[in-house]
Every structure is written in C-alpha cells, then in structure tokens.
C-alpha cells in the first residue's frame, strides 16, 4: 500500500523482551505501522536489546553500525529495551543517528514518542527509572504463535543481586492485578490457545495488587481456565519460592511439570556475595519439596561461573551440587562485568581463562548428568505438542510437559499440524533431547 508507514523490529535477549517485542509490535500496528522483515525495507528500524552480560550488549551496537548509512535514506532508528535503559542518552552521542532511546518500563508512551518522531524529532527519550509504578497492559499484543503465548504477571525487579544489571534496567518490582492476568488467558482460549507461559524476573514474588490471589493461586486459577491444557512460569528466585506452588503443580493438571530454579552457584560463601539471600542448603530444602511431589518434575537451573572470589573450592561445590539435584538442563555462563552493579567493584582474583575453563568444565559435568537423565525416559509415553516439522530428518518436532524437545516419527500420511497434542512413546535419547514414535 502506498503511503504505509513500515517498520522494522529485531529482538535481543530474554523471554521477557520476546513479549515486550510483541506488545511494541502490536502497539505500531494500531498506530498504522506495517511490519517488515528487512532494514532496507523499512521507514523506522528498532533495536530490542539485552545487557545481561557485555556480549549481548555489543550486539547491538554491531548492528546499528552496519545499518546507519541507511539513516541517508531517511530511515529512522530506536533502540529499546535492557541497553537504552541502561546507557540513556548516551546512545546519542555513541550512535548520532539513533532517533528514539526507550527503556521497557516507558513503552506505554511509545505511541506519543512515535509521533514525536514523525514530526522530525532526533532525541525522543523514555527513560523512566525505578520511580515509575505503571506496568504496561495493551489488548494489541501480536503474538507470533498461535497456541503457545506468553503473559506478563510482574514488571521488573527487587532483588539487586550484586552481578545483575535488571534492576536498574527493568525498574521496581510491579505486579499486575490477577483479574487482568486470568481476562487475557481466558481470551487467549478463547481464540484457541492451549499453552501460557507466565512471565516475570522473579514470578514468586508476584504480589495482586488487589489482594485476590498468591501466585500460587493464581496459577491454578490460570491452569483451571477451560481450553488451556498447559500452563508454565519463569524465572522463580530461590528465596521466595514457596511450597505451595509445588502443591499446585501437584493439584492441577494443566501446570506443567518443570520448574527453572536459578541457583548460580553451590557455594554458601559465593551466594552470600553475590547477594542471593539463601544458602546452599537452603536452596536443596526447596529442591527436596520440589522432588517429593506426586509428579516427577523436571528441575533445571542457571549457573555463573567464576564470579568474583570463587575459588577452586568453591566452584567445586557447584559441581557437587549438580550431582545432588541431578537437573534436566543448566544454563551455565562465564561472569561479566556490568554497569552500575556492586558486584564491579569487588576483588577479582580469578582470571578469565581460569574463568573460561571452569565453564567448560561445568558443561561438560552437567552434560553426563543429563545422557543419564534423559536415558529414564526410554519406553516412557509423553504427550507431546507439536511444534514443527523437521523434513531433513523425517521427523515431527514436539515439546513435552517438562519441556523436552522430543523428535519423532509418524506412520500417518500427514504429519500432524503446530500446536496439536500426540501420545509419543520414547525410543532413544540424547542429552539434550529425545526420540520417539507416535503412539496410535
Ligand atoms: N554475568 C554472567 N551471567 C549473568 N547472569 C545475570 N547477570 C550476569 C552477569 N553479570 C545470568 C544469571 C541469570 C541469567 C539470566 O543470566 O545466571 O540467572
Ligand atoms: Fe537481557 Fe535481562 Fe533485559 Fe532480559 S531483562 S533483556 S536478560 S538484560
């Protein structure tokens, strides 16, 4: 169409910015934008960026230098997201030709700063800090899966451990009200989605800012909603993971049986600096609940290796706490750095290659503890969503309750389509997946 204002969006970092990019999406579209899949070809280009750690940080500037002479053109450039709030009006000086700096607790002005942009503006910001107690809700989230959606119950984070950057990147701590959360999964069924994922820095400490429901509740009355057959959440925090939400899991069908309990590292002393607020043996009490439920649930983790003062001792204990939990997955990183964060100024003694070698070691040790893990499901029958197809190999590609990729084949004519649910009997593993055959 002629005339069409375009835009082009591309998305760094965690599931909570996946969803944000949706919501900014959905909120251009209503502002008359049409969304397109190169830079070339669109009138704004917009950054949703990451700086978790400094890697994903760069990325973004990598991309905005291969792109400016396109501001030449006409073309307008944002960069929202964990950068912008971070870096502020920096980024102008850094990348002249960015036109829009938006962090995500401000995108419930993106309408108001796009037109701002229309009229020619060069420097249109959103930087609300931690002062800001809105979260944004819009009924305009594009969602690019049909079956499979995520919903935001808390906006940003409290907790300041010493090596994390989301707390001055995402904003205070803000809840949404448990009515509005159960209004959008209920018009998710409606138009057939089967699977929410509830999303947060730390979903535990989700507080109904209407007093109606723990968050406990709140997942059983999500996973009570008719049509949806599959309710996940992340990322719990250790320190408020409560015992109730175990029972949950246990009384409600629809929640599924996988939760991702970050513990970052297995020592006391490592936790006590980096400012996590329990010990070791008080993340496996939590463990030893999760573990005693009706259903095997699947426990997987995040890791940091080589934080500042971990010694060889130290890290050892991560190793050991591996083997106790025996977890289905670990997302292991080298320590980096960050702005702003307490953790920069504290004594590092360990040098990056030692830093670099331990994250080695701790893959490939979680590695061995996951081939035999995955080895227990030979025989089993999971229901698996499908998810694609993989015609290289010939397989359907589907996702089990405790969400393992789980591959497999098919004696029907027609594979079964996205978002359908098949019985498969498993038949070979892999450490990090599993193969199967439908079951008729
Ligand atoms: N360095 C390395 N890893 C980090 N993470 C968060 N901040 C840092 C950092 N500065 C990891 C944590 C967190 C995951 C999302 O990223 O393990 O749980
Ligand atoms: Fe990256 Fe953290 Fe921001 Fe997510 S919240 S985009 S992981 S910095």
């Known amino acids: 169409m002629a005339g069409q204002k375009t835009f082009y969006l591309e998305t760094f970092g965690c599931q909570m910015n996946v969803h944000d990019s949706e919501k900014v999406i959905g909120t251009l579209e209503q502002q008359g934008y049409a969304r397109v899949e190169t830079e070339e070809a669109a009138d704004l280009i917009l950054y949703n960026t990451c700086s978790i750690r400094d890697k ?29 709030q971070q870096e502020g009006e920096r980024i102008f000086e850094r990348a002249p030709y960015v036109s829009l700096v938006s962090g995500s607790a401000s995108y419930r002005k993106l309408p108001e700063m796009l037109v701002q942009i229309e009229n020619g503006a060069t420097r249109v ?5 931690r002062q800001t107690e809105e979260t944004f809700e819009t009924e305009f989230t594009a969602r690019s899966n049909p079956h499979r959606g995520y919903i935001t119950i808390i906006e940003g984070c409290d907790k300041f451990c010493a090596y994390c950057v989301v707390p001055y990147t995402r904003g205070k701590e803000r809840s ?4 509005s959360v159960l209004a959008e999964a209920r018009r998710m069924a409606e138009t057939g989605f089967t699977e929410i994922q509830l999303l947060g820095q730390n979903v535990n400490s989700y507080k109904d800012p209407e007093g109606k429901r723990s968050f406990a509740e709140l997942l059983t009355a999500v996973g009570e909603v008719p049509g949806i057959r599959r309710v996940r959440f992340t990322t719990s925090h250790p320190r408020d993971f409560t015992r109730d939400i175990v029972e949950a899991i246990d ?8 939760v991702h309990l970050p ?4 020592s006391s002393k490592v936790l006590r600096l980096m400012g996590r607020e329990y010990t070791r043996e008080q993340y496996l009490e939590r463990i030893g609940w999760i573990k005693s439920a009706k259903r095997a649930i699947s426990i997987t983790t995040d890791v940091i290796a080589g934080f500042p003062g971990e010694t060889a001792e130290d890290f050892e204990e991560t190793l050991t706490l591996l083997n106790e939990v025996q977890y289905d997955g670990v997302f292991a990183f080298k320590y980096s750095p960050r702005p702003n964060t307490p953790s920069l100024s504290m004594p590092d003694s360990v040098a990056d290659e030692e830093k670099s070698r331990r994250l080695q070691i701790l893959m490939e040790h979680q590695r061995e503890i996951q081939r ?3 080895e ?6 999971l229901e698996t969503m499908v998810e694609g197809v993989n015609p290289a190999r010939g397989q359907v590609v589907g996702r089990t309750s405790q969400n393992k990729t789980l591959n497999f084949t098919t004696t029907q004519l027609i594979a079964p389509a996205p978002g359908v649910y098949v019985p498969v009997r498993v038949t070979k593993t892999f450490p990090n997946s599993l193969v199967g055959e439908a079951v008729q």
Do not use: I, M, W
Not at 125 to 129: A, E, M, N, P, S
């Open 125 to 129: 910001t959103g930087l609300d800090d």
């Open 376 to 381: 227990k499901h030979v025989g089993q029958v």
């Open 251 to 258: 009384g409600v069908p629809a929640l599924c049986d996988h």
């Open 372 to 374: 035999a893990n995955y």
């Open 263 to 266: 513990v970052q590292s297995g």
């Open 176 to 179: 949404r009200r448990s009515e």
């Open 56 to 84: 994903a940080e760069q990325k973004v500037f990598h991309r905005l230098n291969d792109y400016k002479a396109l501001y030449k053109k006409g073309k307008r450039f944002g960069v929202l997201g964990c950068v912008a």
